[in-house]
C-alpha cells in the first residue's frame, strides 16, 4: 500500500499542472452538480473558468513559485537544465501568476482575462522553449519535454476556450 502511495503521489507531483488541470475540472463538475436545477449553460462555463483559473493557474502556478525558489538545483535537474540565478526569477513570477490567479478565479471577466493572458504567454513561451531544446540540445528530460510541454499548450487553450465561451454566452445572474 505505501509504495501504491509513494507511486501515486510522485505521478501526480512530477505532472502538477496535469494534475491542476484534471482537479480544476473535476471540482467544477462536483460544483456543477450540486448547482440548482435546472442548470444553465452560463452556469456550467461560469464553474469551469472559476476553477480552471482557481486550480490551473493559481495553485499551479504556487507549486512552480515553491519548486523553483527552495527546491531550484531539483528543478533545474528535473528540466533538465542547470541550476541558475534564473530560478528565482521564475519562482517569483510564478508566485506573481498564482496571485493573479486567486484573486481573479472568483471575480470579473476582466480579471479572468488577466490571468489567463498573462500566463498563456509566459506557457506558450515556455513551450516554444521547450520545442528549442528538444530540437537543439536533445533534451527530453521529463520536465522539458513530459506533461509540462502539454499542458504549457492545454491549459492556455483551455482558458481562452472558456473565456470565449463565457463572453459569448455571459455570466448566470444572481
Known amino acids: 500500500m505505501a509504495d501504491l502511495i509513494k507511486t501515486a503521489l510522485t505521478l501526480v507531483l512530477a505532472n502538477f499542472p496535469l494534475s491542476c488541470l484534471v482537479l480544476g475540472a473535476a471540482v467544477a463538475l462536483a460544483a456543477i452538480a450540486r448547482a440548482p436545477r435546472p442548470v ?38 528535473y528540466i533538465g537544465w542547470a541550476d541558475s540565478p534564473f530560478q528565482f526569477e521564475v519562482g517569483t513570477a510564478s508566485l506573481g501568476f498564482a496571485l493573479v490567479g486567486f484573486l481573479a478565479a472568483f471575480r470579473s471577466f476582466d480579471l479572468r ?24 540540445a536533445h533534451n527530453f528530460a521529463p520536465g522539458n519535454a ?29
Open 40 to 77: 444553465r449553460r452560463e452556469v456550467v462555463v461560469e464553474k469551469l473558468l472559476a476553477w480552471h483559473v482557481f486550480f490551473a493557474i493559481g495553485i499551479a502556478y504556487l507549486y512552480n513559485f515553491v519548486c523553483h525558489v527552495f527546491f531550484g538545483r531539483f528543478t533545474a535537474a
Open 113 to 136: 482575462l488577466a490571468a489567463v493572458l498573462g500566463s498563456a504567454v509566459f506557457l506558450l513561451g515556455a513551450a516554444a522553449g521547450h520545442v528549442y531544446q528538444m530540437v537543439t
Open 146 to 174: 513530459g506533461s509540462i510541454f502539454y499542458t504549457d499548450i492545454a491549459v492556455p487553450l483551455v482558458g481562452f476556450g472558456l473565456l470565449w465561451l463565457q463572453h459569448r454566452w455571459g455570466r448566470p445572474q444572481t
